[in-house]
């Protein structure tokens, strides 16, 4: 079992920045895939960005590209997510996710349902 906690949610001003964290924990491998999901009120949970831990490759939601950047750090286990420029419209609560092993095509990683493991989400609000 793998378990994602996420931290670093809050409030913040239109035009901020933010950055969201997920440490894992349990029976993780060196090889995985780890995202970042987001789902605001009424709305279908939508991909915002994932990283393959092995080489460092990213794939991200073309209304944050640009704006976020996921990072992973080995040492401490954990994904990032830094948000720049933020804009009320990403209001959600936004969830972690991972899977072990590499997808069969990277654009698999779009799609929730690849995931195996998810956190319990953290909050980020901002402001107008």
């Known amino acids: 079992q793998v378990q994602l906690v996420e931290s670093g949610g809050g409030l913040v001003q239109a035009g901020g920045s933010l950055r969201i964290s997920c440490a894992a924990s349990?029976?993780?491998?060196?090889?995985?895939?780890m995202g970042w999901f987001r789902q605001a009120p009424g709305k279908e949970r939508e991909f915002v960005a994932a990283?393959?831990?092995?080489?460092?490759?990213?794939r991200y939601a073309d209304s944050v590209k640009g704006r976020s950047t996921i990072s992973r750090d080995n040492a401490k286990n954990t994904v990032y997510l830094q948000m720049n420029d933020l804009k009320p419209d990403d209001t959600a609560v936004y969830y972690c996710?991972?899977?072990?092993?590499?997808?069969?095509?990277?654009?698999?990683?779009?799609?929730?349902?690849?995931?195996?493991?998810w956190g319990q989400g953290t909050q980020v609000t901002v402001s107008s």
């Open positions: 996710a991972a899977r072990m092993g590499r997808p069969a095509y990277l654009d698999l990683v779009r799609n929730s349902a690849f995931y195996t493991y």
């Open positions: 990283i393959d831990w092995s080489d460092g490759s990213t």
């Open positions: 349990g029976r993780t491998f060196s090889s995985r895939t």
